[in-house]
């Protein structure tokens, strides 16, 4: 029967006890995007306020991505898709130039607004688990859950290193930009990470940034799967320590870092050259790093 109904079985026998069942989160949809956030507002504690309104030039030095908020709210009329809500808090480190032509460095908070849909499914269950550390048969009322709630699944984002693509520094009075909140706003776990305290209405510039940001957006849930399991999973390799100390003996078994040196230098032209100049369908870069091995 278990060949029939699952062709899983046929990988390592017949036997049902070789098919477990595994706890994993799978992904029920997800989205990649490229994301240019044009003329965000930088929020500046009260000295970094000073420095740029002394200074006669501002740049973008670099950008970093310090966290996230993220919230999950049903679509209306629409079973299993839900909206998807993440403030992104970039730390932003800007360059003034100043009298003299010192430099100095001020560090800004900016956030945006991001808006997604995905499919989640539905799952009108209430969770609940043991904890290891509370191990004891006695009823802890902290633990305690009447209403039964709908889970909701898990959004996971995954974010690179944003480019920051240009920076302007703007009079206070004009309307220009985009700004989604106010320093009220600001959590504190983000303001423990910036000295002093964050200024609003206050000086006589603003500095913009824009910032180019890829991102991956996954809504997951937690699912049973069956699956085959041949054997369980323990390490091969043993864990020996090294017996020759000579430091020049190891360094000498070590591979010279062709990439280092050749960033377009790949696998595809590190090997059989005589074989790969004979191929027509090389691509132009492969072409020329065969035409180069083969003289």
């Given amino acids: 029967m278990i060949e029939k109904n699952n062709p899983l079985g046929n990988l390592c026998g017949n036997n049902k006890e070789q098919l477990c069942c595994i706890s994993v989160d799978k992904v029920f949809d997800s989205a990649r995007d490229k994301d240019c956030l044009e003329d965000v507002r930088v929020h500046l504690c009260d000295a970094g306020q000073e420095i740029i309104d002394r200074a006669t030039a501002v740049r973008c030095k670099c950008v970093e991505v310090i966290n996230t908020n993220i919230n999950i709210e049903p679509v209306p009329f629409n079973k299993g898709f839900y909206q998807v809500t993440v403030r992104y808090y970039f730390c932003v480190t800007l360059e003034a130039c100043l009298c003299a032509g010192r430099v100095q460095e001020v560090k800004g908070l900016a956030a945006f607004d991001k808006k997604i849909i995905l499919y989640g499914s539905e799952k009108n269950v209430s969770v609940f688990t043991s ?11 902290r633990d305690l859950r009447c209403d039964s709630e709908p889970t909701l699944p898990t959004v996971v984002v995954e974010v690179a290193s944003p480019i920051c693509l240009d920076s302007k520094v703007v009079e206070r009075h004009k309307p220009f930009g985009h700004c989604c909140m106010c320093i009220d706003a600001i959590p504190e776990l983000i303001r423990n990470r910036f000295d002093g305290n964050f200024v609003d209405e206050v000086g006589a510039n603003n500095v913009y940034v824009t910032i180019g940001v890829f991102s991956v957006i ?30 020049c003996s190891i360094f000498g078994k070590m591979q010279f870092p062709v990439n280092e040196f050749y960033p377009y230098a790949d696998d595809n032209c590190g090997s059989n050259y005589n074989d790969r100049c004979n191929n027509d369908r090389c691509n132009n870069h492969q072409k020329g790093c065969c035409d180069k091995n083969c003289k």
Avoid: G, I, T, Y
């Fill in 131 to 141: 904890d290891p550390e509370n191990n004891s048969f006695c009823f802890d009322e």
């Fill in 218 to 247: 996954r809504m997951e849930r937690r699912v049973q799967l069956m699956l085959p399991a041949c054997h369980f999973c323990l390490p091969e390799k043993d864990s020996k320590p090294c017996n020759n100390d000579d430091p």
